[in-house]
């Protein structure tokens, strides 16, 4: 019953999944950076509402623009794949044209992730 | 084409079992939480976010709309920001996304995680986890 792989951690790595894979992979990347973040920040929030000084720290990390970045990538890249997701399973004859889905979908992820992320740099580093 | 004709079968003739039922809920809860980030964002909008900051403040505030998110902006009063029914959207948002959120953790670590024993010990950690992080975000939002 143990964990047995049938391909090699480098074999794993050259995984040529394409379009679909980065996706998949991204989602779950995604989904872990967010239940992480959220866990650890309502955390933080909670002892900083107490005085403690960890969760000032916490929270101050989790402000600042590059850490924002990071987590706007997330949350924007893990809702717009799930819309993605959701449609396609809930209309399976869309499923024919999931290819099509998946270039919209970062059309749509680089147009809003894009503009989040030029506002987060700028504020962050021109203070406008 | 059979993978394609499988997937078009009807839900009464799958059969409901917990997977199927955790399945449609994660796709449910899903368009759920869309629908509270929409009501955040055109809520911000409503409330004049458009003069006072910028566009990734407002992603910040639809995605949790607690009004410790918009503390920093140029808003020049909070009060419309932190009513009872922007606590409500955003107790509602956290209880959805934790449900979701500890359903994709558990189907994630099944995949890492081959003995019973070990899929045991996750789902009894992150379900403890859920009831112990649920109550307390609850209690943030009330409480900033």
Redesign the interface.
């Known amino acids: ?4 792989r049938d391909v090699s951690l480098y074999t794993a790595l050259r995984y040529k999944g394409q379009g679909p894979f980065l996706t998949y992979i991204l989602h ?1 990347i995604g ?2 950076g ?2 992480i973040f ?2 650890t920040h ?2 933080a ?2 002892t900083a ?1 107490m005085g403690w000084r960890a969760g000032f720290l916490v929270n101050q990390v989790y402000e600042s623009w590059i850490f ?1 970045l990071f987590i ?1 990538f997330c ?2 890249f893990h ?1 717009i794949n ?2 993605r ?2 449609i396609l ?2 209309f ?2 869309l ?2 044209y999931h290819r099509q889905a998946i270039a919209i979908e970062w059309i749509a992820f680089i147009a809003l992730y894009g ?2 992320a030029f ?2 740099i ?2 962050g580093l021109l203070g406008v | 084409m059979s993978a394609v004709k499988s997937r078009t079968l009807s839900l009464s003739k799958r059969g409901m079992s917990f997977e199927t039922f955790m399945w449609l809920f994660t796709r449910l809860s899903a368009l759920a939480m869309y629908s509270f980030i929409l009501t955040g964002f055109i809520g911000a909008l409503l409330m004049g976010a458009r003069n006072h900051m910028n566009f990734a403040d407002i992603m910040r505030w639809a995605l949790m709309p607690n009004v410790t998110h918009v503390q920093n902006t140029n808003l020049p009063d909070l009060a419309p920001w932190e009513t009872s029914f922007w606590k409500l959207v955003a107790s509602a948002l956290l209880c959805t996304a934790a449900a979701h959120g500890v359903h994709g953790v558990i189907v994630i670590l099944d995949d890492y995680l081959a003995k019973p024993a070990q899929r045991q010990w996750t789902r009894i950690v992150c379900f403890t986890l859920f009831l112990i992080i649920v109550p307390i975000g609850i209690y943030v939002i009330w409480t900033s």
């Open positions: 019953m143990g964990l047995k779950r989904g872990l967010m239940a959220i866990t309502i955390l929030s909670f509402n924002q706007f949350v924007i809702a799930g819309l997701i959701t399973d809930l399976p004859k499923i024919l503009f989040s506002t987060i700028r504020t």
